[in-house]
């Protein structure tokens, strides 16, 4: 039986005593506290944004706060009304959060309370709805960069099927009779003009514009200064060259797939705030010559490092065991110090690890460092300032990576596709952790690129919502790579498989708010995450959601390269990646959110398809199937030919999704508000230009009605899973088809590896 199935949960007893004695641990300040905590990150952000963009952002915000509109959804007209107040203004409500306001005494225990600031919103509402301009105002005060980034924000998505495999969701799992991608689009072959000095700046949707006349898409990245920044650069770097040096199908392969827009991490013209027109197109042609200029490898030592091609290592280089058996005469010159650690039960290949005198490696691995600055890249990280307030981490991986025997393993947690994650103990601070051992026996060419991306990501970001990532240690040999993670008790997943009982609603909005700071964050910072999911949404007993597993995000606006549209995990994927788009947003994620909100709600999956044209039969079942008029362009979509049944489109308030979310109900369905179901309608809104932004969905009136979202102090609390491994309760009942398909990968490669460690 499943692990899983055997946890005893005090649902019952812990929502029978929602407001009493379990929720005493914490003092009612507590939820302000963590409000105003998640507020001021908002709030950095928010100057972020306003460095970034200028004051108009501002005031496009408040103008465009109280306008109204009317937008057709799933075949219904909805009104779109987006929240009163300006964002600061809903902000600097702090823990009031809200000032929601309740228009009933009703309310659910641990609600947050709500103030008078509606009356404020109401003042703000009518004085924009007194501008008969609301819509010109709108626009003219949005910020070019504001304006564009309703539109911008887009992964040109030129994949083709021969270049999918590196992503962890591009395996041939569902035999889905779509047809092939169009062709790639061609390259601009004008002479580009490089112009490396980070002081232009280009216009997000003139890039886009331009990308997609010239195949190029620029580069966009939240300012990173983690050292892994220097990694992924060289990743870049190796890439262009290799492809060049004959070996093009590989490299070319990832160049495309993983060619990090991390070159330009500092450079960002985005980042760095001003838009030039004048510089407009032109980081499109300097991609563009960055992709075909020949030039040496910045270094060798990163080469081999990364790519393991290089004959012989350098001194501090890694090196991992089991892939150069035939250079074993020529390992590296260091290694780290024998030790078994607790999570590696593979020990007895020590004999190939690298002896190392720790001290020298770290000279070794600074001074390549500074010799690494000498590279192009060099201004990409000196020259070019960061923005103020942009996440930054200031950990020096490379230097000063401690061993993972300086911890103690507790218990494994789970295994994923690309980790296995133990609960582990600092044994200096007695810390509880969470290790996430970067699996590397499916790389044959090097660090996990998947793995880079997330320690990149997760080292950099600073959120109460992102799960944090506070160092990365190293095994007894190099190839064995954990990231320290905060450790947080449940997944929503397992959670609610084993959970007796649904969230309530305003539980699900408490969990919402939370998810959707988080991914507010992201999307400020050009992050997509791609793979939002209830299992990727951890909760601690603080009540605290944070999102993690960042192994297939991106940085939108990323060079072009064969992005795949099998990103985001099947039942969660939006209908756009479902019909093969060549291009998507952070649209994307906000379906997610969607599926997410509604599987909060009833405690089960909204759409669960087994191959991909299941999911999108299963989504037009309950949605109707989409047109042009509902979802202009929907018919030149690839999937499109493929002969769907035309489920009728219903008006959205009778849909089928109404009727498994009813306003009231005596069934035991979820139940769920008008307004409520307009957000969930609005998430899940067919044209991913229609579908709501982050920013409306966290203003959205239902966050602001009764029951008001619970404090996180007062969530429910459950028995810790830690006891358990999640990975065994899922092995059980997995109703996920892409996990199913990737565990029966990992069980093959397993086997044929001999095995993988912990
Ligand atoms: N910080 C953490 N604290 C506690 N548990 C965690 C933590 N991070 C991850 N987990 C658990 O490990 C699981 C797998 O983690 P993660 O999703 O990061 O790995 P993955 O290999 O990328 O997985 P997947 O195959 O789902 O993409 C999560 O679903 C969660 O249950």
Known sequence: MAAGRNLRYLDNELRDHESNSRFSRRESAYSN??????????????????????????????????????????????????????????????????????????????ELSSESGSDDLIESESLVKDNGAVKQV??????????????????????????????????????????????????????????????????????????????????????????????????????????????QEDATHMEDEENMPTRHISSSRWAAGNNSPADEGEIVEEVEINKRRKKPPPKEYFQGRLRNKSLTPEVGEFVREGYRSSDSGERGHHSLPRSRDGFDEKDDVKGDNMEIDEEERRREISSDSLVETDSDDEYVRHETPEPAGTPLRSINMLQGCRSVDEFERLNKIDEGTYGVVYRAKDKKTGEIVALKKVKMEKEREGFPLTALREINILLSFHHPSIVDVKEVVVGSSLDSIFMVMEYMEHDLKALMESMKQRFSQSEV??????????????????????????????????????????????????????????????????????????????????????????????????????????????????????????????????????????????????????????????????????????????????????????????????????????????????????????????????????????????????????????
């Open 509 to 758: 909005k408490c969990l919402m708010l939370q998810l959707l700071e988080g991914v507010k964050y992201l999307h400020d910072n050009w992050v997509l995450h791609r793979d939002l999911k209830t299992s990727n949404l951890l909760l601690n007993n603080r009540g605290e959601l944070k999102i993690c597993d960042f192994g297939l995000a991106r940085q939108y606006g990323s060079p072009l390269k064969p992005y795949t549209h099998l990103v985001v995990t099947l039942w969660y994927r939006a209908p756009e990646l479902l019909l093969g788009a060549k291009q998507y947003s952070t649209a994307i994620d906000m379906w997610s959110l969607g599926c997410i909100m509604a599987e909060l709600l009833s405690k089960a999956p909204l759409f669960n398809g087994k191959t991909e044209f299941d999911q999108l039969d299963k989504i037009f079942r309950i949605l109707g199937t989409p047109n042009e008029s509902i979802w202009p362009g929907f018919s030149k979509l690839p999937g499109v030919k493929v002969n769907f049944v035309k489920h009728q489109l219903s008006s959205f308030r009778y849909n089928l999704l109404r009727k498994k979310f009813p306003a009231t109900s005596f069934t035991g369905s979820p139940v769920l508000s008008d307004a409520g179901f307009d957000l969930l309608n609005k998430l899940l809104t067919y044209d991913p230009e229609r579908r709501i932004t982050v920013d409306d969905a966290l203003k959205h009136d239902w966050f602001r009605e009764v029951p008001l979202p619970k404090s996180k102090d007062f969530m429910p609390t459950f028995p810790a899973q830690h006891a358990q491994d999640r990975r065994g309760r899922r092995m059980v009942k997995s109703p996920d088809p892409l996990e199913e398909q990737r565990r029966k990968e990992l069980t093959h490669s397993e086997l044929g590896s001999g095995g993988l460690f912990g």
């Open 138 to 247: 709108e626009d003219r005060a949005q910020s070019p960069v504001e304006k564009k980034r309703k539109f911008s924000p887009i992964v040109w998505d030129r994949d083709d099927f021969q270049t999918s495999s590196l992503s962890r969701n591009e395996k041939p799992l569902e035999v889905t009779p779509l047809p092939p991608p169009p062709p790639l689009i061609k390259r601009s072959s004008r002479s580009p003009s490089v112009k490396c000095d980070g002081s232009s700046h280009s216009s997000p949707t003139k890039m886009h514009q331009d990308a997609a006349q010239v195949g190029v898409a620029e580069v966009s990245v939240p300012t990173v200064s983690s050292p892994v920044e220097i990694y992924s650069v060289c990743v870049v770097e190796q890439s262009s060259n290799a492809g060049q040096d004959g070996k």
């Open 33 to 110: 506290e963590n409000y105003d905590h998640a507020r001021n990150g908002a709030l950095d952000n928010e100057k972020v944004s306003n460095l970034r963009h200028g004051d108009s952002g501002k005031d496009r915000d408040r103008i465009r706060s109280g306008a109204r509109r009317r937008e057709m959804v799933n075949g219904g007209y909805r009104s779109l009304q987006s929240n009163p107040g300006s964002r600061e203004a809903f902000l600097d409500r702090g823990p009031k959060r809200c000032g929601f306001s309740a228009r009933s005494v009703e309310r659910e225990p641990g």
